[in-house]
C-alpha cells in the first residue's frame, strides 16, 4: 500500500531542508500566515530537486496568530483568499499539485459545507486541484457531491477527539510527543480511516524526528512512501 508522507513548510520554522529529505509531499505556505518570498522560493526549489511533490498551503493573512485564529469570513472571503494565494504560489513553483488549507481556514472549511464549496471552486481555478482535508467531514462530502479529487489526511503529532477532529491546541494534550505513540496512531488511521496522507507540522521543535521515525515505521510495516499528486 502506497502512503504520503507530507510536512507543511516555507514557514521559516528552520527545518526544512531536513524534512524534505523524509517526506514525499511538501505543503508549502504561500506567504500571508507566515514565510518570505525568498524562504518559499528557496523551498520550492529544494523540493523540486529532491523529486518532493509541492501542494499549496494557504492560510489567513494573520500572521500574529501563525494563521490558527478562526475568522468570521464569508464563501466570497475564502474563495478569494485562496485564489490570490494559488495564483502566486503556482507561478512561482510553475504549478502545484494539491491544496491543503492551512491552520483556522483547515478547521473551518473542513467543517463548514459553504466555505468548503468555496474552497473547491478557487482550486478549480487551477485545473481541478485535489484538496486535502480529515476524514468525513463536510469538505470530503462537499468534494464527494461536486466530483472533486480528495484526499484524506491524518496526523501524527496530534490527537483526536472522538468525532474524529483534531484536539485544539488549547486544550491539554493536544500534542503527541512519543514517537511510539504517533507510530502506532498513524498505522491506526491509514489501517482504519483509509488516510492516505500523513503530516507532521513542520513547525514542531520535534518536527524531524517525528517525520524520521514515522517514515522508518511506515517502510518497516511494509508501506510504500509515494506521493499521493
Not at 492560510?59 to 495564483?87: C, K, T
Request: glycine letters at 10%; proline letters at 4%; a negative charge.
Amino acid at each position: 500500500m502506497n502512503v504520503d508522507l507530507n510536512a507543511d513548510l516555507g514557514e521559516g520554522a528552520g527545518a526544512d531542508l531536513e524534512l524534505l529529505e523524509l517526506v514525499t509531499s511538501a505543503n508549502v505556505c504561500a506567504g500571508l500566515h507566515a514565510g518570505t518570498v525568498a524562504g518559499i522560493a528557496e523551498t520550492i526549489r529544494a523540493a523540486r530537486a529532491r523529486g518532493v511533490a509541492v501542494g499549496a498551503h494557504p492560510g489567513f493573512a494573520d500572521r500574529a496568530n501563525f494563521g490558527r485564529a478562526e475568522q468570521p469570513v464569508s464563501p466570497d472571503d475564502v474563495f478569494a483568499l485562496v485564489v490570490y494565494q494559488l495564483g502566486a504560489l503556482s507561478a512561482l513553483a510553475h504549478g502545484v499539485k494539491y491544496v491543503k488549507p492551512h491552520g483556522a481556514l483547515y478547521h473551518q472549511v473542513n467543517r463548514d459545507t459553504e466555505l468548503a464549496g468555496a474552497l473547491i471552486e478557487a482550486a478549480r481555478r487551477f485545473g481541478e486541484l485535489p484538496i486535502v482535508g480529515l476524514p468525513n467531514s463536510a469538505l470530503e462530502a462537499a468534494c464527494r457531491s461536486l466530483g472533486h479529487a480528495f484526499v484524506r489526511e491524518g496526523y501524527a503529532d496530534r490527537r483526536y477527539r472522538t468525532d474524529g477532529t483534531l484536539v485544539p491546541r488549547s486544550e491539554p494534550d493536544a500534542f503527541v510527543h512519543d514517537p511510539v505513540e504517533a507510530e502506532e496512531q498513524v498505522e491506526r488511521l491509514i489501517r482504519e480511516h483509509a488516510v492516505r496522507t500523513i503530516c507532521v507540522h513542520g513547525d514542531n521543535p520535534e518536527a524531524v524526528a517525528f517525520a524520521r521515525a514515522v517514515r522508518a515505521a511506515l517502510l518497516a510495516r511494509g508501506f510504500a512512501l509515494r506521493a499521493f499528486s
